[in-house]
């Protein structure tokens, strides 16, 4: 990652979308499905001809290796999450697909249901493209392109169906699908509050503690939060870009994302170079939800694009979970909404893993401080709170208020006498001092 540039000054990463249809709710795929395209993807080829990409290549290996360079090639062409071009893939295989982007223009119906003007942006792109280069330039920073069917492939993307990315360039030495199966999402605002960094650093810290790979955005505020969480505690982290591995984005954060590429992975879908656009935020957003066993939003407003994300995961059959916030506080809002619905209201770690985890990790049962009178059997409780807080009590009274003989409510005092709750006080008692101010009072109403 020590060659990663920042580029030209690329948009602002959005907290609110207005599109929030990110083609995710779609029929899942299988393993048998990413090897289904890699096959297609080579009798694409042998159909077409030998124009183009994998010319005079014939070997198992070499047909792999030209799908891997016909898919590098489409990264450059192709937006990520375009559920057309997906049913394309399906159908012709990615050399197929580039054989009908490169091949002569005037082809009628070379791929169905595309406009002549969307055609005609695809052959721009396609003619330009040079997958050996970005192949090479990704190789230069210490990473690789992963395609469906590779055995670091983290199949759960295929539950995307058409809208699954094309590819995946990487940096970093971990497996991705081994540590995309223990997997946790966090992401909220950019402009976080104080209260919403800590409780991020705090979520990614103790998921990591608990073995789980923590998985985010790399944005400002919770983002990096809990990136940087994930990070203190030795732990490991994703951080999944809307912009090439390449590139440093946001400029603020270049040292942490070279932090999470030498302990993590740094992902995404877009090929060395390019930088991020608004829309490509929000479509970067269902791969965190797809990669992962559930999302958790630490502060997001009622149009941000963190709500997107854990809404991707809730039509992906993932757990949706939130953190609440001050109810006065604008960025909880959309949390709030989304607890409201379909997410679990967690505060910590523990509770994360409860909801994500196998049987049997539960969060620790939650309780106040256990009080010496709350062990105190019913009718002492009660002769117990008929003392006066100040003063003395007649016996008799006391066996009156209580409703005990004289003999049981005297065998009851002296055995609050024992416990050190009461004292007596020529034939009265009254409360002794640890008792009427101590720990054993209770306050508040409690």
Same mark, same amino acid.
């Given at each position: 990652?020590?060659?990663?540039?920042?580029?030209?000054?690329?948009?602002?990463?959005?907290?609110s979308?207005?599109?929030?249809?990110?083609?995710?709710?779609?029929?899942?795929?299988?393993?048998?499905?990413?090897?289904?395209?890699?096959?297609?993807?080579?009798?694409?080829?042998?159909?077409?001809?030998?124009?183009?990409?994998?010319?005079?290549?014939?070997?198992?290996?070499?047909?792999?290796?030209?799908?891997?360079?016909?898919?590098?090639?489409?990264?450059?062409?192709?937006?990520?999450?375009?559920?057309?071009?997906?049913?394309?893939?399906?159908? =012709?295989?990615?050399q197929?697909l580039?054989?009908?982007?490169?091949?002569?223009?005037?082809?009628?119906?070379?791929?169905?249901?595309?406009?002549?003007r969307?055609?005609?942006?695809y052959?721009?792109?396609?003619?330009?493209?040079?997958?050996?280069?970005d192949?090479?330039?990704?190789?230069?920073?210490?990473?690789?392109?992963?395609?469906?069917?590779?055995?670091?492939?983290?199949?759960?993307l295929?539950?995307?169906?058409?809208?699954?990315?094309?590819?995946?360039w990487?940096?970093?030495?971990?497996?991705?699908?081994?540590?995309?199966?223990?997997?946790?999402?966090?992401?909220?605002?950019?402009?976080?509050?104080?209260?919403?960094?800590?409780?991020?650093?705090?979520?990614?810290?103790?998921l990591?503690?608990?073995?789980?790979?923590?998985?985010?955005?790399?944005?400002?505020?919770?983002?990096?939060?809990?990136?940087?969480?994930?990070?203190?505690?030795?732990?490991?982290?994703?951080?999944?870009?809307?912009?090439?591995?390449?590139?440093?984005?946001?400029?603020?954060?270049?040292?942490?994302?070279?932090?999470?590429?030498?302990?993590g992975?740094?992902?995404?879908?877009?090929?060395?170079?390019?930088?991020?656009t608004?829309s490509? =935020?929000?479509?970067?957003?269902?791969?965190?939800a797809?990669?992962?066993?559930?999302?958790?939003?630490?502060?997001?407003?009622?149009?941000?694009?963190?709500?997107?994300?854990?809404?991707?995961?809730?039509r992906?059959?993932?757990?949706?979970?939130?953190?609440?916030?001050?109810?006065?506080?604008?960025?909880?809002?959309?949390?709030h909404?989304l607890?409201?619905?379909?997410?679990?209201?967690?505060?910590?770690?523990?509770?994360?893993?409860?909801?994500?985890?196998?049987?049997?990790?539960?969060?620790?049962?939650?309780?106040?401080?256990?009080?010496?009178?709350?062990?105190?059997?019913?009718?002492?409780?009660?002769?117990?709170?008929?003392?006066?807080?100040?003063?003395?009590?007649?016996?008799?009274?006391?066996?009156?208020?209580?409703?005990?003989?004289?003999?049981?409510?005297?065998?009851?005092?002296?055995?609050?006498?024992?416990?050190? =709750?009461?004292?007596?006080?020529?034939?009265?008692?009254?409360?002794?001092r640890?008792?009427?101010?101590?720990?054993?009072?209770?306050?508040?109403?409690a």
């Amino acid at each position: 990652m020590s060659r990663m540039s920042g580029g030209a000054a690329p948009p602002s990463e959005p907290d609110s979308a207005t599109n929030t249809n990110t083609n995710t709710d779609t029929d899942a795929a299988t393993d048998t499905d990413a090897d289904a395209d890699a096959d297609a993807g080579r009798r694409g080829t042998a159909a077409a001809g030998s124009r183009g990409l994998g010319r005079g290549r014939r070997g198992p290996r070499a047909a792999v290796e030209d799908e891997r360079t016909a898919r590098a090639a489409l990264t450059r062409v192709i937006e990520p999450g375009d559920d057309r071009v997906g049913r394309w893939l399906r159908e =012709f295989g990615a050399q197929g697909l580039l054989e009908r982007l490169t091949g002569p223009p005037d082809e009628p119906d070379a791929l169905p249901g595309a406009t002549p003007r969307g055609l005609a942006g695809y052959r721009i792109r396609a003619a330009s493209a040079d997958p050996e280069r970005d192949l090479a330039a990704v190789a230069a920073v210490g990473g690789r392109f992963i395609v469906p069917g590779d055995p670091e492939w983290p199949t759960q993307l295929d539950d995307l169906g058409d809208a699954r990315p094309i590819g995946l360039w990487a940096c970093g030495r971990p497996d991705l699908r081994k540590w995309a199966l223990r997997s946790v999402a966090v992401v909220g605002a950019r402009a976080c509050t104080p209260y919403g960094a800590h409780l991020a650093a705090a979520l990614g810290s103790g998921l990591a503690e608990r073995g789980w790979v923590v998985v985010s955005g790399a944005a400002f505020g919770i983002d990096g939060a809990v990136h940087r969480g994930a990070l203190a505690a030795d732990g490991a982290t994703v951080a999944v870009l809307a912009c090439g591995v390449d590139v440093v984005y946001p400029r603020g954060h270049a040292q942490l994302i070279r932090r999470v590429a030498e302990q993590g992975l740094v992902v995404g879908e877009l090929p060395p170079g390019d930088h991020p656009t608004p829309s490509r =935020f929000i479509l970067r957003n269902r791969v965190i939800a797809a990669l992962t066993r559930g999302t958790v939003v630490v502060e997001a407003e009622y149009r941000s694009g963190s709500l997107v994300t854990a809404r991707a995961a809730h039509r992906l059959g993932r757990h949706t979970m939130g953190v609440p916030g001050p109810v006065t506080s604008g960025l909880s809002a959309g949390v709030h909404e989304l607890l409201r619905g379909e997410a679990t209201l967690v505060t910590d770690a523990a509770e994360v893993v409860e909801l994500v985890g196998e049987m049997g990790d539960l969060a620790p049962e939650r309780r106040g401080p256990v009080l010496p009178r709350d062990l105190l059997d019913p009718l002492s409780a009660r002769l117990l709170e008929a003392f006066p807080a100040r003063g003395t009590a007649d016996p008799g009274g006391l066996a009156r208020a209580v409703g005990l003989t004289s003999d049981e409510t005297g065998c009851r005092l002296y055995e609050l006498h024992s416990l050190g =709750f009461v004292e007596r006080v020529g034939d009265r008692w009254q409360l002794t001092r640890c008792a009427s101010q101590g720990p054993n009072v209770r306050r508040g109403g409690a």
